[in-house]
């Protein structure tokens, strides 16, 4: 069975219109009240993932993305990168959620690797 898509993400430059947009365009709860100010998104149905809006960060680009979710994430760049993709950002942990890392296909797309905090 294949790697499951378990988040995605959306950068802006301006973080409350960013917020305000999809949230008026898709009705989107978003909540931004948390130590990050990392706008969660919460579809409130059944179907599809949440995500997550921010506003980038000393003029480092706009992107899109969506994160997988994989059992080890360094061998997981470490395979995306011997099939020509390259490392952004290196296992990173986010509180006590788990970690991700960055990387870029072939083609220079950004995608994201999710790995669960390990239980305690």
Do not use: C
């Not at 898509?5 to 989107?28: C, I, N, P, Q, T």
């Not at 909540?31 to 921010?54: A, C, Q, R, W």
């Not at 059992?71 to 490392?87: I, P």
């Not at 970690?99 to 995608?111: C, M, R, V, Y």
Request: glycine fraction near 14%; hydrophobic fraction near 35%.
């Amino acid at each position: 069975m294949g790697r499951p898509v378990v988040h995605f993400e959306v950068s802006v430059k301006d973080g409350e219109a960013g917020r305000k947009f999809y949230s008026e365009l898709f009705d989107w709860k978003i909540d931004f009240n948390n130590p990050m100010h990392y706008g969660l998104v919460s579809t409130e149905g059944k179907e599809g993932i949440g995500g997550g809006i921010f506003e980038a960060k000393d003029g480092a680009p706009t992107y899109v993305t969506f994160y997988v979710q994989v059992d080890d994430l360094q061998s997981y760049l470490s395979k995306a990168e011997g099939l020509g993709g390259k490392t952004m950002m290196p296992p990173t942990q986010i509180q006590d959620m788990g970690s991700i890392a960055l990387f870029t296909d072939p083609e220079g797309n950004i995608i994201g690797l999710f790995q669960n905090a390990p239980e305690s």
